[in-house]
């Protein structure tokens, strides 16, 4: 019995079999153009053809030429079907007619949709022997295509059409119409498996193509300009705001009043007064160092009338950073102060664990942060007493007041829920008070508001520290902010506004000639 | 001021510049600022997470700690261990152990949380504005108070019905119930835009905040230089 | 259904840890406490593992000669000083918060200080891209509280404090309550698919 | 045994016992109708867009120590990752994950391993991504992998705050899609106004079961949207007789 090379593996099978019994490609091309030729394919399909075979004196020359090129072409099979698609093309001198590896209808819709297809490899063939890599696009990527497309034509045509299964298109649907073609053809008494393309196939390939892009072309993407009008919109934005801002701090105005009594704020003022002499506060730096410009100047009025009242400070924090913030706090805003680490205050690090930890603090103290930031024993060892700050806490309802300096809602929250209910219940005088990023105000304004309180007095944002500077007359910070804070938030409600409606009605004015093309897509 | 500050203002100065320079377009100036800064912000947490966590908890017992804490301290240790197994993709099946147990107690610490810290509080905290023996910070009068409650429970009410998932199959005329949700979903729609804006406007007032604050400082750093140059 | 070892892990500490939370037997409330001080010490040693990563993935940058490879070069040293200096003098030292001072304070000030003009662009643009009776509303609050909060000029208009306080204290406090009631149902959902096995985002 | 903690368990208890009914009850039924989120939608048309165009895909897990309330929206972040790198992971230019925490990081890589363990594609450990340790440091590096990848897609989904901005603007500067969901109310405001497909709330926990992520995932919303209901009605009674005094 004769033997047919499978086309894709390279493996000899009978010639009555349909596909390779190795690899399950198929073996007689679906695209055969005469029956009565059928038996006539030359026994070796796997790629290298002999420009002499038998049919070759029916070939027209320049499909011969042609074919040479293939021919070529083929004796390397690690070249990819896109490449091959390249030089075909290049042989032919027109380029992106010539349907090869992926037909150039589907090429030419992804050109139009910008989608560099060269970036995904079609799974390789499950034989490792050397062979031309099948166009076969992986099935999982097939149905996205399906999916995204979504255009009828090409759904339809896809469904009709047969699935090729040799050669570099293995795995394509429709891309020729092999039973219209067998009658009509005039083409190549052999037709090899791979890359033969007669005019007739061309012009078919055409209609379709045409057929395929009336119905399922994607919107072509325009050329962005380098610089476009978002460009501008950021410019110009960027622009107002900063130099708003920065002539207000150069040229500065006539000073505006800061913000009067806020009750919230007095009363954690009125906390602050309270403190017995030596009282102990622990103070919770817990935000991110990006807010450092809020919250000192938020919490610089706070801080500073705390140590007015001499208290004993205890620094911790849930966020890793935040025991360097606290250290340059203590240091650099209040240097007037000249408080100590290990004798007014001391800096008890990170607490292990953030916010999940933080019911530690209500059980042994000593236990869960047992060093100082600079490594020390904090609550005394044989060496050494207890530091000053530390004298008589066990646990944080020792304290005389716990200040958190906070900039996240779900910290905040979880200093509210889980410690503040101890302070309240282990001892009478204790409270707890905060300093919050203006953000915060909506989240922790309620536990203010409840009764009982469960914040015992806040300070919000810019403008609560500024309403508490007043109170204790330490504005210096605030007041080199206040004036251009207000500028700035001026000009961007003043952009929100001017820019906001022409930038959302433009398209409502030019809509006629955009709905027009809407509709044309 | 001494030359380690002078350096560092106009290390702080030129950052600040290249940071800000990304309002023109990413280009390479913000890379290397950003790439500074994740490099320096690893370095700080990595130590501060060593001296804080790792020596307390996992080598200080060790060493000089009692059997009882000697013995706690063993498997956080095997398991950290196990964990640093990842650090190699060889490796890194050894570190499965670890990483299973720290997503077990981070799922119920997560469930623990929400159900204790934040369902059950407010829930609370919503009924408890309807008592009105105890007046509330805001409230002057008791009409106000409840006008101010009822607000605040269809609020919550509203909101939380906005993200009901199921809905019956797509009819032309919509059910009762139906009709109640969708009326259900527009007052919550009112009361998520309101937070939503309110936060938004917290957010920028803190960003404006930063905004002057470097600016000043630019100002300031330029004055500083220009000023000695304009007067020789 | 393959069962490995650590699935069984992390549901069986997963459910000691929950059990800790809601049975009021001293056992399971100290072995709940330990379950977290463990995990917390192993989050900790995880972070090395990620110092790791980033380092890994910096130097590969690097060492394939692609374009980002100058940037990783940048991160790698500044890393490695920072590790250097702030390991061996301490957080405290001076040279330690020299760095801090005046390389980290400043780049992420600036960072945060981008987003006043990166938040006007987008309110400029919100209600092109989505028009909806949401975005209005949430635009205007944003821009009355904006008002509210800064000094305008020193002109004070009448109510505009007061009505920023109600907002924070009833329709906005209202909202952020149903938010954060139904995030809460989500998140018992999510941690409850692991607590069972259902999601499993560690490998077994 | 204090109330609340008695409550809280049987609130636990009947939570679990919801799911677990309703994902037998539709084992072999089909599922049930859920509200249209459109933002999914458009966001699984990205990523069909973003593996044909051969553009990568990023997903953020965000930061925020992961032994807090903030570790369950990572882990809805986490199942998405699975269910996209499975579709993703014979691209040859396969999903990446970014992290501003260590732990999740591994959890990161280890999701991406077993995907592509089961879809028989390779591995590579560095696609799982530590980008920053601070917020602001992960927000920038992410943004910086934004700008360097040719991201079709990115989806935001854990926990981050007011920094979150950073992302979305790369994402808008490269033109590429941004859905963004998290459980921080700050976080959320800025997603709102920045992002190009925000969620709101909730929404980003039924990530998973608008994704595909598995039956499980279907049956936690029936639960939660029953539950849902039960503490409107709480609220509702628990007004009443606070009211009237009873309470």
Redesign the interface.
């Known amino acids: 019995m004769a033997e047919i090379n499978c086309p894709l593996c390279g493996k000899a099978n009978p010639d009555d079999f349909e596909v390779c019994q190795y690899c399950q490609a198929r073996l007689k091309p679906l695209l055969a153009p005469d029956s009565a030729e059928e038996n006539s394919l030359p026994q070796d399909e796997t790629g290298v053809e002999e420009p002499t075979s038998p049919a070759a004196a029916e070939i027209p020359e320049w499909l011969q030429e042609l074919r040479q090129d293939e021919d070529s072409l083929e004796l390397e099979p690690e070249r990819s079907s896109d490449e091959l698609a390249a030089d075909i093309s290049e042989a032919t001198g027109d380029a992106g007619s010539i349907p090869t590896g992926t037909p150039d209808w589907i090429y030419e819709v992804e050109q139009e949709t910008q989608r560099d297809f060269d970036h995904i490899e079609p799974p390789p063939p499950s034989p490792a022997e050397p062979g031309p890599e099948p166009a076969a696009l992986p099935d999982w990527l097939e149905s996205i295509r399906l999916g995204l497309h979504g255009t009828p034509g090409l759904a339809s045509s896809q469904a009709t059409e047969p699935v090729e299964s040799t050669g570099p298109l293995a795995g394509l649907r429709g891309v020729l119409a092999a039973d219209a073609l067998i009658s009509r053809s005039r083409g190549p008494a052999t037709r090899p498996a791979k890359l033969r393309v007669s005019a007739n196939q061309l012009v078919h390939i055409d209609l379709l193509r045409e057929l395929v892009e009336s119905e399922g072309k994607s919107q072509p993407l325009p050329q962005k300009p380098s610089i476009s009008s978002e460009h501008i919109l950021r410019w110009g934005i960027a622009l107002a705001v900063c130099l708003a801002v920065v002539w207000s701090i150069i040229f500065p105005g006539q000073p505006a009043a800061l913000p009067a009594f806020q009750e919230e704020t007095a009363e954690l003022n009125r906390l602050i007064e309270q403190l017995p002499d030596g009282g102990q506060v622990l103070v919770a730096f817990d935000y991110e160092p990006g807010e450092f410009a809020e919250l000192d100047a938020a919490a610089s009025a706070v801080i500073d009338h705390l140590m007015i009242q001499g208290a004993y400070l205890t620094l911790v924090s849930t966020t890793p950073l935040g025991p360097v913030l606290a250290e340059r706090f203590i240091e650099e805003l209040q240097p007037v102060h000249h408080y100590t680490a290990g004798v007014q205050y001391v800096n008890l690090g990170y607490i292990p664990g953030g916010t999940a930890s933080l019911v530690m603090l209500t059980g042994n103290m000593p236990r869960a942060l047992p060093y100082t930031i600079e490594g020390l024993a904090a609550w005394g060892s044989e060496s050494q007493p207890v530091l000053p700050p530390l004298q008589g806490i066990q646990n944080v309802g020792d304290y005389d007041l716990v200040m958190v300096l906070v900039d996240d809602p779900d910290v905040a929250r979880a200093w509210v829920e889980q410690v503040e209910p101890f302070i309240s219940s282990s001892s009478p005088q204790g409270s707890l008070g905060m300093v919050i990023s203006a953000q915060l105000e909506p989240i922790i304004r309620p536990y203010y508001d409840a009764n009982p309180r469960q914040v015992h007095g806040f300070v919000a944002g810019l403008r609560g520290g500024a309403s508490y500077a007043r109170l204790n007359g330490r504005e210096e910070l605030v007041r080199s902010y206040w004036d251009s804070f207000g500028v700035g938030l001026f000009m961007a409600v003043l952009l929100m506004l001017v820019a906001g409606l022409m930038y959302s009605t433009y398209p409502l004015l030019t809509r006629p000639s955009k709905s027009d093309s809407e509709v044309k897509g | 001021m001494s030359n380690l500050d002078i350096f560092g203002a106009i290390l702080g100065f030129a950052l600040t510049l290249m940071v800000f320079s990304y309002l023109i377009g990413d280009n390479p100036l913000f890379r290397v600022a950003i790439h500074i800064f994740i490099g320096v912000t690893a370095g700080f947490v990595c130590i501060i997470v060593i001296n804080n966590v790792l020596l307390p908890r996992m080598i200080v017992p060790l060493i000089s700690g009692s059997m009882e804490e000697r013995l706690l301290a063993i498997i956080p240790m095997l398991l950290g261990w196990l964990l640093l197994t990842k650090i190699s993709p060889r490796l890194a099946t050894f570190g499965n152990i670890p990483v299973a147990f720290l997503v077990g107690v981070a799922a119920a610490v997560a469930i623990g949380g929400a159900v204790l810290g934040t369902l059950f509080p407010q829930i609370n905290a919503t009924i408890a504005i309807f008592d009105l023996t105890t007046s509330r910070g805001f409230d002057t009068n008791k009409g106000l108070q409840l006008v101010n409650g009822i607000i605040i429970l269809v609020g919550t009410v509203t909101t939380l019905a906005y993200f009901h998932f199921g809905t019956g199959p797509q009819q032309a005329n919509p059910t009762g119930l139906q009709s109640l949700l969708r009326g259900f979903n527009q007052v919550g729609q009112v009361f998520i835009a309101i937070t939503f804006g309110f936060l938004f406007a917290g957010v920028y007032s803190a960003a404006m905040v930063a905004l002057v604050e470097r600016l000043s400082f630019i100002v300031d750093f330029l004055k500083s230089v220009l000023l000695p140059l304009l007067s020789s | 259904m393959k069962f490995p070892?650590?699935?069984a892990?992390?549901?069986?500490?997963?459910?000691?840890?929950?059990a800790?939370?809601?049975?009021?037997i001293p056992v399971l409330q100290t072995l709940r406490?330990?379950?977290?001080?463990?995990?917390?010490?192993?989050?900790?040693?995880?972070?090395?593992?990620?110092?790791?990563?980033?380092f890994?993935?910096h130097w590969?940058k690097l060492t394939s000669g692609k374009?980002?490879g100058l940037?990783?070069a940048?991160?790698?040293?500044?890393?490695?000083?920072?590790?250097g200096v702030?390991?061996w003098f301490?957080?405290?030292h001076t040279y330690?918060?020299?760095?801090?001072?005046?390389?980290?304070?400043?780049?992420?000030?600036?960072?945060?200080?981008?987003?006043?003009?990166?938040?006007?662009?987008?309110?400029?643009?919100?209600?092109?891209?989505r028009?909806s009776?949401?975005?209005?509303?949430?635009?205007?609050?944003?821009?009355?509280?904006?008002?509210a909060?800064?000094?305008?000029?020193?002109i004070s208009v009448p109510g505009l404090?007061e009505l920023r306080?109600?907002?924070?204290?009833?329709?906005?406090?209202?909202?952020?309550?149903?938010?954060?009631?139904?995030?809460?149902?989500?998140?018992?959902?999510?941690?409850?698919?692991?607590?069972?096995g259902?999601?499993r985002?560690?490998?077994? | 045994m204090n109330f609340p903690e008695l409550m809280g368990l049987a609130f636990v208890g009947l939570f679990l016992g919801l799911m677990l009914g309703s994902a037998f009850y539709y084992r072999n039924r089909p599922a049930p109708f859920v509200r249209q989120i459109p933002a999914f939608g458009r966001v699984r048309r990205a990523i069909g867009l973003a593996v044909e165009a051969g553009s990568r895909l990023h997903l953020s897990l965000g930061r925020g120590n992961l032994i807090s309330t903030r570790s369950a929206v990572a882990f809805v972040g986490l199942s998405i990752l699975d269910r996209i790198a499975r579709s993703a992971a014979a691209s040859d230019r396969p999903p990446v994950a970014t992290s501003g925490e260590s732990t999740l990081a591994i959890l990161s890589q280890d999701t991406l391993h077993d995907a592509s363990k089961f879809m028989g594609a390779d591995y590579d450990p560095l696609r799982g991504q530590l980008t920053g340790l601070t917020p602001f440091s992960y927000a920038a590096g992410a943004a910086s992998l934004i700008h360097d990848e040719a991201t079709g897609a990115s989806l935001l989904l854990g926990s981050f705050g007011s920094e979150v901005a950073l992302i979305t603007e790369a994402g808008d500067r490269t033109e590429s899609l941004t859905l963004a969901g998290t459980d921080n109310l700050t976080g959320q405001a800025v997603l709102y106004a920045t992002a190009q497909e925000p969620l709101i709330g909730e929404e980003t926990y039924a990530g998973g079961a608008y994704m595909g992520a598995g039956g499980m995932h279907q049956a936690s919303l029936i639960a939660q949207d029953i539950f849902r209901w039960v503490i409107i009605l709480a609220l509702l009674v628990g007004a009443v007789l606070k009211l009237v005094g009873v309470l």
Not at chain 3, 9 to 16: H, P, R
Not at chain 3, 74 to 83: D, F, N, Q
Not at chain 3, 101 to 118: D, R, T
Request: proline letters at 3%; glycine letters at 12%; charged letters at 5%.
């Open positions: 070892f650590s699935v892990v992390a549901i069986g500490i997963g459910l000691i840890t929950l800790g939370y809601f049975l009021n406490m330990a379950l977290i001080e463990w995990a917390t010490t192993l989050a900790a040693v995880a972070l090395l593992v990620g110092i790791a990563n980033l890994t993935i590969n374009v980002g940037y990783s940048i991160l790698i040293v500044s890393l490695v000083l920072t590790l702030v390991g301490g957080p405290t330690s918060k020299w760095i801090f001072n005046n390389v980290q304070l400043p780049v992420e000030g600036s960072l945060l200080a981008l987003l006043a003009v990166i938040l006007v662009v987008a309110g400029v643009r919100l209600l092109r891209l028009s009776m949401l975005s209005i509303i949430f635009i205007i609050t944003a821009m009355v509280i904006l008002l909060t800064g000094p305008l000029f020193g404090t306080s109600w907002i924070a204290q009833v329709p906005a406090m209202a909202g952020a309550r149903g938010l954060l009631l139904g995030i809460g149902l989500g998140i018992v959902a999510a941690g409850l698919r692991v607590l069972i259902s999601d985002p560690y490998r077994g």
